[in-house]
């Protein structure tokens, strides 16, 4: 379909030279040079750091089966200062800098009125919105993993750190925990991938940020609600959030694939389909700012 | 302007082809497959003869009881008597590994937590990673004798295979077993086998196993239940593989900082409330009489039996309801009469029935 002759600035996605690459490290130094992007990533480094010391300071031990997963293992050991802040962020936090990140892709620039500079260049239309969704997933990934890091540096620095009690009651060696911590920084961020192209769809819409932002956040949490409402049950396995705490799955021993497969294949849907949304939007588009 | 529709096609089409596709998948995972004919009284002998030593899965159950919804979140959730309702009810996945007689490993997987059996010979542990506690019991010794052409059933370990066989030993010239279409479960081709009540006494409806063709195990049971058109309680493998599992998975140590528990031996039940016609009625210390046969048959306990505070405690008053003489809990399957005197009757029949039973004794 890129072949067919369109308005001009639609360019076939195809070739993708060197300017290419050019675009996409100028889009990233972009968006992690903003002051908005490192408050966002000190904001979510602040939770693991919060939580270890909350549990530290604390005189009372925490109850097992009180407060969040994994907060009473915190004080045996402190690799699941990380864990705990994945559990904690995952609802909330992570889906509201994401949806900060991929409302304002598009909309954004047209807010700025830097979208015909975009593309009077000859970028492509097409080729702007690949580069801006991978700057969105760079963010999820980026996200995570300051989520992880933060709390492993957090949990070494306040509390002892040794061997790790899987789920299914074994135990692990501090390496292969470390791989385990990666596997799911990994798949949170995979998690938060559907709900960076919803973001990145709405954005297409709007010439508002903000507003694109805020219903990209709604969406993350009306998602949220529905998939606790037994009533809607036929629906829970068609929603992006459905898996987002499957992570758990590889904290058993041995690692269940399935939840990782199956939210996978579900957030390749949502990426599918609001790409391809985006896309009639997009292109079809009259850029004026 | 003419060529903008084109540019939303993909929009429109995409998520139309993503549903087709999802649909698809769903379908050919029921498909019916032909298999060669075989009797019903075939498809048993192929349960009797199953040679399956091995096994590592995944189960998938659900239950449609029409019990209210329970709590499944918060510190309570998994604890008590509450743990045995909440697995019967609501949807579970578990996978369950096995080697031989004597060798389990079954884990419940649930939301960001796990509760674990592991049997190791005569060794069973029990781990909830919930509250990270431990419980270890001690089989008593089997006597000697040749090794059972099955894996024995561990106490608490739901399979398809233990519910075919508590099912499949109510057959008699009460039932009528019938072989339906070829089906696909986990993957393999099973014979489906379909067992229909013929009394109108009891609440079950007619009983479906998948059997694989291959090996005789059966893969999935669906109980359907009188007047209600989903499956009151379903319990299938979603996947299979009939390999020798990784010996280190049924050796276990309670992890450091957990708290363990030294219980006598289990006095676990695979299944209450269902016929006591299987292996575990001998393990009650006072018998219970079971008046009638087949699929009416009424289990009764007589005063004493159940202790008192499982009969006061909160969770039951919220699930039973008040009758003449005593409570009532009442699902699609089971129903159980509790009178103030002590006495307990159960079955897979209707009220009615338990309270003619009690007013006769």
């Known amino acids: ?289 | 302007m003419t060529r903008v529709w084109l540019r939303w096609l993909p929009a429109a089409l995409v998520p139309v082809a993503l549903a087709a596709a999802a649909l698809a998948g769903s379908y050919q995972a029921g498909a019916a497959t032909s298999l060669p004919h075989k009797t019903a009284e075939e498809v048993i002998a192929m349960i009797g003869r199953a040679d399956v030593h091995a096994l590592s899965g995944t189960l998938q159950q659900s239950s449609e009881l029409g019990l209210p919804q329970l709590p499944s979140v918060g510190p309570t959730a998994t604890q008590g008597p509450a743990s045995v309702i909440e697995l019967l009810s609501g949807s579970h996945t578990t996978r369950v590994y096995m080697n031989g007689p004597a060798q389990a490993r079954f884990q419940v997987m649930d939301m960001l937590a796990e509760r674990d059996l592991v049997r190791n010979g005569n060794d069973l542990w029990l781990y909830n990673s919930a509250d990270n506690s431990a419980a270890h019991m001690t089989m008593p010794a089997e006597p000697a004798r040749a090794p059972a052409p099955r894996a024995t059933p561990t106490p608490g370990v739901i399979t398809p295979d233990v519910v075919a066989q508590h099912f499949l030993a109510a057959v008699g010239p009460t039932t009528d077993v019938t072989v339906g279409d070829g089906t696909t479960v986990a993957g393999r081709t099973a014979y489906q086998l379909v067992i229909k009540p013929r009394s109108t006494g009891t609440l079950v409806d007619s009983v479906t196993i998948a059997v694989d063709s291959a090996s005789g195990l059966p893969l999935g049971v669906d109980v359907r239940a009188r007047g209600q058109a989903a499956a009151a309680f379903s319990l299938a493998f979603t996947d299979l593989s009939l390999t020798t599992p990784d010996a280190a998975l049924f050796s276990f140590t309670p992890p450091r900082g957990a708290a363990v528990e030294e219980k006598a031996t289990p006095q676990l039940r695979a299944l209450p409330g269902k016929t006591g016609q299987g292996p575990q009625a001998k393990a009650t210390a006072s018998r219970p009489t079971i008046t009638g046969s087949g699929w009416d048959a009424v289990i009764s306990l007589s005063t004493g039996t159940v202790p008192t505070d499982v009969r006061s405690a909160p969770l039951l008053a919220q699930l039973t309801q008040p009758v003449p003489g005593g409570r009532a809990l009442t699902t699609s399957l089971v129903t159980v009469l509790m009178l103030d005197d002590g006495r307990v009757f159960a079955g897979m029949v209707p009220l009615e029935r338990l309270q003619a039973a009690a007013a006769a004794q």
């Open chain 1, 1 to 289: 379909m890129d072949a067919a002759p369109g308005p001009p600035g639609v360019s076939p996605a195809s070739a993708l030279p060197s300017s290419s690459w050019s675009l996409m490290a100028s889009e990233l130094s972009v968006l992690f040079r903003r002051l908005r992007t490192w408050a966002m990533l000190l904001a979510l480094a602040a939770i693991p750091i919060l939580i270890a010391a909350a549990v530290k300071l604390s005189s009372h031990p925490v109850a097992p089966g009180r407060g969040p997963p994994f907060l009473d293992r915190i004080t045996q050991n402190g690799l699941f200062v990380g864990v705990t802040a994945m559990v904690v962020s995952v609802p909330l936090f992570l889906p509201l800098t994401v949806g900060v990140v991929a409302g304002d892709t598009i909309a954004g620039e047209a807010n700025l009125g830097t979208l015909r500079y975009l593309l009077v260049a000859p970028a492509g239309r097409v080729r702007l919105l690949l580069i801006k969704y991978a700057a969105a997933a760079a963010f999820c990934l980026a996200a995570t993993l300051t989520v992880a890091a933060a709390g492993a540096l957090a949990g070494v620095a306040l509390f002892p750190v040794g061997p790790v009690i899987l789920l299914s009651g074994d135990t692990i060696g501090v390496g292969e925990s470390a791989v385990r911590s990666l596997l799911i920084a990994a798949y949170i961020a995979v998690s938060l991938l559907g709900l960076s192209a919803i973001g990145l769809a709405i954005s297409t819409f709007t010439d508002v940020p903000v507003g694109a932002m805020a219903a990209t956040i709604v969406l993350s949490v009306v998602s949220q609600v529905a998939d606790n409402l037994p009533q809607l049950e036929w629906l829970h396995p068609w929603l992006f959030s459905h898996y987002w705490l499957g992570f758990a799955d590889l904290l058993r021993q041995p690692i269940s694939w399935t939840s990782f497969s199956d939210n996978a294949l579900l957030q390749a849907g949502y990426i599918v389909a609001a790409g391809a949304l985006a896309y009639g939007k997009f292109t079809s588009k009259d850029v004026l700012s």
